[in-house]
């Protein structure tokens, strides 16, 4: 399976809901916590992904795609999309 990371700040309820979401799928993750140097690490989210506006958190990045946050990734799991993506990142 493909590299999932996700990228939270201390204080943001989203990110925990994912962390939960995918602890609940059993599956492994790399947190990256940017909360120490959010704007930075927002800015630099923001280009490498090409986000326009505000880069929120969480960022979930599953294997090369970039998930979005927490409303994109539950959305995904309801559909079943989500068990797709991970089915084929073996």
């Known amino acids: 399976m493909k590299n999932i990371i996700i990228y939270t700040v201390d204080y943001c309820p989203y990110c925990k809901k994912a962390e939960m979401l995918l602890q609940e799928k059993g599956l492994d993750y ?3 916590d940017i909360s ?3 704007e930075e690490y927002r800015n630099k989210l923001g280009e490498y992904y090409g986000i326009k506006g505000r880069v929120t958190v969480p960022q979930i ?3 090369d795609k970039r998930i ?3 409303d994109d990734l539950n959305k995904m799991n309801k559909s ?3 068990d ?3 089915e084929n990142q073996v």
Do not use: D, Q, S, V
């Open 30 to 32: 790399r947190k990256i």
């Open 36 to 38: 120490e140097n959010e």
């Open 84 to 86: 797709k993506l991970l």
């Open 61 to 63: 990045i599953i294997g």
């Open 80 to 82: 079943g999309e989500l």
């Open 68 to 70: 979005g946050g927490y």
